[in-house]
Nanobody, 122 residues
Framework: VQLQASGGGLVQAGGSLRLSCVAS????????MGWFRQAPGQEREFVAS???????TYYPDSMKGRFTISRDNANTMYLQMNSLKPEDTAVYYC?????????????????WGKGTQVTVSS
């Protein structure tokens, strides 16, 4: 499975960005996709997940309210980020997993894409 994330950039606080992640390869094996982020000097943080069907989503409590995960029928996953804050600055990674969708993925997923940088200026 190959994952390609895009859509990062520089945005002012209060602004919005939409990240995209295209999955290719053995996509038939994917049951879950998700977004993670890592800020400089900090541990990786789980942002959201979505089942391959798109019917189930999960957000850690710290991510509820400003982030929305979704996917379309063309193997693409999105992360809509609104009301961005400087503390949202991080490299955002998309990931996918072949095991049964469980919602919460604090330890990550099996497949990873290269990250896309999101920088929020104050």
């Amino acid at each position: 499975v190959q994952l390609q994330a895009s859509g990062g950039g520089l945005v002012q606080a209060g602004g919005s960005l939409r990240l995209s992640c295209v999955a290719s390869g053995r996509t038939f094996s994917i049951t879950a996709m998700g977004w993670f982020r890592q800020a400089p000097g900090q541990e990786r943080e789980f942002v959201a997940s979505i089942s391959w069907s798109g019917r189930s989503t999960y957000y850690p409590d710290s991510m509820k309210g400003r982030f929305t995960i979704s996917r379309d029928n063309a193997n693409t996953m999105y992360l809509q980020m609104n009301s961005l804050k400087p503390e949202d600055t991080a490299v955002y990674y998309c990931a996918a997993d072949p095991t049964y969708y469980s919602g919460n993925y604090p330890n990550g997923m099996a497949y990873w894409g290269k990250g896309t940088q999101v920088t929020v200026s104050s």
